[in-house]
């Protein structure tokens, strides 16, 4: 009788041979070297990661909830040696379609790791590679300061900065990418570097755009904008205007000349349940650190044209810093399928929208909005003055001057027998856009692409850069997921 002991011995022996090599591998490799606050979670298929979408959902075999430095080099240097994939997740935002992650890999999970530390003058921030929009804006705003982030509470931070970062406060400050002082990256091999302006400068100028390329930020110390609590909050709230105002809404916002405090978003959504009546809403957002008297004044003086066209109803007010992401809530859902197909425009045109509105409202009716009911159109405008000042080469993000508009059309629902009705509907909206958007490409903002869209689509003219320096940080193309560069 063989005891228990050599019984348990022979069947690990036996696994790798019998279940997934690799994966088996990966495991015996990692365990012993990871810190105790780190988790390996493993069932040898089917660990589906819950992500933002459940469209073209990967599964996974292993997911690392890391929690060191040196846990995400032990994932990275595991997996390289188990002849696996990774892949590094921070919010679970990201919705293209651009993955081939298999039931052997690996998903490195960073949420743990979002940390937040200010300095004493508030003036810099050390952020986790993990943190999240709601944890970074709350940490800043309890410590009397702003940071330049997403507009949505739960994505990544670091996500939304590997591609560029849009933000409400992007007309004072820039992108997340010119808010970031330096990057602490795990490199492909394993290796762990800084990157800045004067460390690894190449590396530092290929993460702020094509991150997902080059490594996986650990942390990373940002600018932050002192501001005493009274100050700290803007003005911003909803607008519906009455569906025959599209067209001249629309010329407002193309005609509107959009200074540093200023952003506009609208959108076409319903109200849902029994009825899904569409709706046509807007969203002006002013950064004014003053009282909500005077923040009213300036920002219905900034807004004029488009509260001369006489919404039906008006939300707006002064909101303190930390309950500015609350409209957008319900964006952040997670589940379902959201099949997002986005694009940029150098103009907004009436006719356009008109059509593209029809085609909504048709969407609703001809699928029910019990199952689509959740589909939306997003049209987002920012103040590119301070981008603009920065360059289209001073980081690898290629369309900072470029992308007047950014607009996504989504097709959410569960029903996956909806995928290609999704599919043709959003995709329809997209080429309406490209048709009529005055730009020379169709370059569009990476964070919001489909996944079917070219290199120089999404890379611009830094293509050839892009892939020498991949060829140096990454020469084995293990950056692979999202718009890999080779
Ligand atoms: C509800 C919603 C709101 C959004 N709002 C905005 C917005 O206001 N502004 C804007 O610019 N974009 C916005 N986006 C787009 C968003 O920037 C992208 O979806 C982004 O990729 C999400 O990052 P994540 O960490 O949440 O997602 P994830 O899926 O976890 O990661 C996205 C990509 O970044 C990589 N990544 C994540 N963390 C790290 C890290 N620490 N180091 C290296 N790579 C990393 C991943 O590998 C992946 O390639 C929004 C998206 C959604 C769904
Ligand atoms: C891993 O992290 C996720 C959050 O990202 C959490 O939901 C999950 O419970 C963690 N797993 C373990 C085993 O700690
Ligand atoms: C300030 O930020 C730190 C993180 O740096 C956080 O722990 C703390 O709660 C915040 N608030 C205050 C009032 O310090
Ligand atoms: C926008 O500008 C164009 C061209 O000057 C003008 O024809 C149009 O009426 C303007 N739109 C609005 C809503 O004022
Ligand atoms: C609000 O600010 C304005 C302009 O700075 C000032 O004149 C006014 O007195 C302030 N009102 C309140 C209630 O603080
Ligand atoms: C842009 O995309 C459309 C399809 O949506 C295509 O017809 C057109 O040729 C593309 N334009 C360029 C310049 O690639």
Known sequence: MPSLVSVVGLALAI?????????TSFESCLRPKLSKAAKLITAQSDVIVP??????????????????????????????????????????????????????????????????????????????????????????????????TANCNCVGAMGATMGAGYSRMMGERGFMIDNIVSFRVVLASGEIVDASSTTNADLWWAMRGAGGNFGIVVSSIMKAYPTPAAQNGAWVGNLIF???????????????????KMAIFFYFANGGAPDYTPVFMVTPFYLSGGNTTAATAEARKAFASIFDLA????????????????????????????????????QLDPTTWRAIYTDYTNFLT?????????????????????????????SAYAWRSTNR?????????TDESLDETANSWASQVRDDWRATSGLKSNSTYINFAFGDESLEDIYGDNVPILQSLKSYYDPQNKFNQFFPLV
Request: glycine share 8%.
């Open 15 to 23: 696994v790798p041979v019998i279940a997934s090599p690799a994966g």
């Open 51 to 148: 992500r933002w979408t459940e469209y073209k959902e990967f599964s996974t075999g292993h997911i690392v909830n890391v929690s060191t430095e040196a846990d995400v080099q032990a994932s990275v240097q595991c997996a390289n040696q188990a002849g696996v994939q990774f892949f590094a997740q921070s919010g679970g935002n990201a919705w293209a379609t651009t993955w081939s992650l298999g039931e052997n890999d690996v998903v490195i999970n960073l949420r743990h790791m979002n940390s937040i530390e200010f300095n004493m003058e508030r003036t810099l921030v050390k952020v986790g590679g993990g943190a999240t929009v709601a944890e970074l804006t709350d940490a800043a705003y309890a410590n009397n300061t702003q940071v330049v």
């Open 242 to 260: 009455s569906e025959d105002k599209i067209e001249n809404v629309v010329s407002a916002v193309n005609n509107l000349t959009l200074t540093s």
């Open 311 to 346: 919404p039906e109803a008006d939300t707006t007010t002064w909101t303190p810093y930390n309950e500015v992401n609350a409209g957008s809530e319900s964006f952040c859902v997670t589940g379902n399928r959201k099949v997002s197909y986005g694009a940029a425009q150098g």
């Open 366 to 394: 001809e699928n029910g909005g019990d199952n689509v009911g959740s589909s939306l159109i997003l049209m987002e405008a920012y103040s590119l003055q301070f981008a603009e000042q920065k360059g289209d080469y001073s």
């Open 405 to 413: 508009f950014n607009t996504v059309a989504i097709a959410w629902y």
